[in-house]
Structures are given as C-alpha cells and as structure tokens.
C-alpha cells in the first residue's frame, strides 16, 4: 500500500540544491536567512514556506542547473508516493 505525503517548499527546495550553504551562495543570502524557512514561525521561522521574492531566482537557477524543481514545488510542496510499511502489518 502506498500514501502520498507532502515535503515542505524549503525542504525539498534545499534539498534539491544539496544543502543551505550552496542555496543561499546562489542567492546571495546569508545562510541562517534560509535556515529560517524551515523552523517554525513561532522561533521567527517561515514554517516551511520559501519568500515569495526568492521564487523567481530559485526557480531561474533551478532551470539552469536542470534541478527538478517547479513553480508548484514553491508553493505547495512536492507530493510523493511513499510505501505505508505499516500496511504490511495490517495485513500479516
């Protein structure tokens, strides 16, 4: 059995650019800045969610890069299909 689970923009963004140093050197920030999208908004974080003035930068170098990155990524994450490995014990 399978289930689709939802990664984050900032993850799968950071991800896809192998880490926050590379990131925020592409984007001339300081790193903790993108550091910061991924806590939560209660420690002056982004919860997760990219700045809407970094999209068009991130999304340029992205196609540069040939990274698998879109324009839906920035916004609502990326969906994938995961096993449920608990399905397995549901069934056994």
Known sequence: MQTTVTIPPAEHVISAFDGVRPLARILGLNPSAVCRWNKPKSERG?????PSAHHKAIL????ARK???TAED???GRRIRV???SAKMENA
């Open 60 to 63: 340029k170098e992205a196609k």
């Open 74 to 76: 920035l916004i609502y």
């Open 67 to 69: 990274l698998d990155v």
């Open 83 to 85: 096993r449920n490995p």
């Open 46 to 50: 982004s919860a997760g969610e990219i």
